[in-house]
Nanobody, 116 residues
Framework: QVQLVESGGGLVQPGGSLTLSCVVS????????MGWYRQTPGERREWVAG???????TYADSVKGRFTISRDNAKKIVYLQMSSLKPEDTALYLC??????????WGKGTLVTVSS
C-alpha cells in the first residue's frame, strides 16, 4: 500500500522560496510518475510539475523557470523547490503518484501562502 505525505508548506513573502517534500511509504519504484498539483478554493486542481522515473521533468508554463521537481528514490522523497514565489502561487499543494499498473495515489496536501 502506497501512502504519500507532504510537508514544507507555510507562509512566505512574495519573491521568497520554499521547498516542499513528499515522503512515499511503500515502493517508490512502483510509481512511474510522481507529480505535484495545486488547488485553490473553488478552482480546479492544477498540474504543476511531473517527474517520470529516469526522465526529464516537466512543468506548467506558470511555474517554469521558478519551480524544480526532483525525486530521490533512495530516500523515497519527492521535492518541489519553489522560488520567486508570487501571491498567485498560494494554494494547497498535493503530491501525486501513478503506478505502472495505472493506480493513482494522492497525499492530503500542504498549504502554501504567499503574502506580505
Amino acid at each position: 500500500q502506497v501512502q504519500l505525505v507532504e510537508s514544507g508548506g507555510g507562509l512566505v513573502q512574495p519573491g521568497g522560496s520554499l521547498t516542499l517534500s513528499c515522503v512515499v511509504s511503500g515502493n517508490i519504484l512502483a510509481l512511474n510518475v510522481m507529480g505535484w498539483y495545486r488547488q485553490t478554493p473553488g478552482e480546479r486542481r492544477e498540474w504543476v510539475a511531473g517527474a517520470i522515473n529516469g526522465g526529464t521533468p516537466t512543468y506548467a508554463d506558470s511555474v517554469k523557470g521558478r519551480f524544480t521537481i526532483s525525486r530521490d528514490n533512495a530516500k523515497k522523497i519527492v521535492y518541489l523547490q519553489m522560488s520567486s514565489l508570487k501571491p498567485e502561487d498560494t494554494a494547497l499543494y498535493l503530491c501525486n503518484g501513478k503506478s505502472w499498473g495505472g493506480m493513482t495515489y494522492w497525499g492530503k496536501g500542504t498549504l502554501v501562502t504567499v503574502s506580505s
